[in-house]
């Protein structure tokens, strides 16, 4: 049965891990209860492309959108956002959740690759090895979840070219222009090494991006 939603009770939520059923499939979106029986939407555009849903999974996400249509709450869960993979660093990586190891930019094509640049305030804790773990046993229920979303952990710095020359490993850049007044970033590199650096479905696109972006 599904139980009407208290609105206050979920406003204060958004971008917590969530986990619920799914109850019902629909080509745009799947609708989900909790264990209170509250109605989770699921929508399409905030799916996985590979993901499968059958009635009686669990699905984990988080929280993106909490609003009233009418006096109807309406709940939506995310897959696809960037505060996901976040999140499930958080609760698979120890030293993450404890704040040893923080996150200081995560982005994403879903499903297909992610970038997560790590720090460290502790010189002794190698922030890249913490997280991916011996042969990876630390990120592979990450990459799982996610569809076996390639995720690349890079060491984060203060140092813009070095880092874009990180974020974009393993592409070799010929050459960066970084323009300070527009905040944008142009990569110059080989035809052969673009699919590299940005994905394969986005490799027809210039490589230029927003600093702040990755």
Do not use: W
């Not at 200081?104 to 913490?130: C, L």
């Amino acid at each position: 049965m599904i139980a009407p939603i208290h609105f206050n009770q979920f406003k204060d939520r958004i971008g917590e891990l969530f986990t619920a059923e799914v109850h019902h499939i629909r080509n745009r979106e799947v609708i989900l209860l909790d264990d209170d029986g509250n109605e989770i939407i699921l929508p399409k555009e905030q799916q996985i492309p590979s993901d499968f849903y059958r009635k009686g999974d669990n699905v984990r996400g988080v929280i993106e959108l909490v609003e009233l249509r009418g006096n109807k709450p309406r709940i939506v869960l995310s897959r696809t956002s960037p505060l996901f993979l976040e999140k499930l660093f958080e609760q698979e990586i120890p030293e993450v959740f404890d704040g040893l190891i923080t996150i200081k930019k995560a982005v994403r094509i879903p499903g297909e690759k992610a970038k997560v640049a790590v720090d460290s305030y502790d010189d002794r804790i190698d922030p890249v090895g913490a997280c991916v773990g011996m042969k990876g046993s630390r990120i592979h229920g990450i990459v799982r979840e996610l569809g076996n979303e390639n995720i690349d952990v890079i060491n984060y710095t203060n140092n813009l070219q070095l880092f874009i020359t990180r974020a974009l490993s393993p592409a070799k850049i010929n050459s960066l222009k970084i323009d300070e007044e527009t905040k944008r970033v142009q990569v110059f590199l080989n035809p052969d090494e673009v699919s590299k650096a940005i994905g394969r479905r986005r490799s027809q696109y210039k490589a230029c991006r927003k600093i702040d972006r990755i």
